[in-house]
């Protein structure tokens, strides 16, 4: 049984940094696609980052966290982590954690969700 478990959520203030963790158990993502998403009250889930290996290892982000998010990953451990510095209001959210396998579209495994507050 695959599990995705997230850990990292916190309690910030405005500026400050968190770092997510996502440990994947029961399969091996080591050339899967591993991303980070949110969904903050009221609103729908958006992508945030994703990372995946490919000849090279690649990641991509959503613009809102271009130059202060920074998604990275260790497969030796199984396990993407997600660095978020000058973190604004905004991004208070709860975080979900997630992969897929190659070659399919949509996002099979999730987490069950950190929660990020960001105060002003």
């Known amino acids: 049984q695959v599990q995705l478990v997230e850990s990292g959520g916190g309690l910030v203030q405005a500026g400050g940094s968190l770092r997510l963790s996502c440990a994947a158990s029961?399969?091996?993502?080591?050339?899967?696609?591993m991303a980070w998403f949110r969904q903050a009250p009221g609103k729908e889930r958006e992508f945030v980052a994703a990372s995946r290996w490919s000849g090279g290892y690649y990641a991509n982000y959503a613009d809102s966290v271009k130059g202060r998010f920074t998604i990275s990953r260790d497969n030796a451990k199984n396990t993407v982590y997600l660095q978020m510095n000058s973190l604004k209001p905004e991004d208070t959210a709860v975080y979900y954690c997630?992969?897929?396998?190659?070659?399919?579209?949509?996002?099979?495994?999730w987490g069950q969700g950190t929660q990020v507050t960001v105060s002003s």
């Open positions: 029961g399969r091996t993502f080591s050339t899967d696609t």
């Open positions: 997630a992969a897929k396998e190659v070659g399919i579209s949509s996002y099979a495994y």
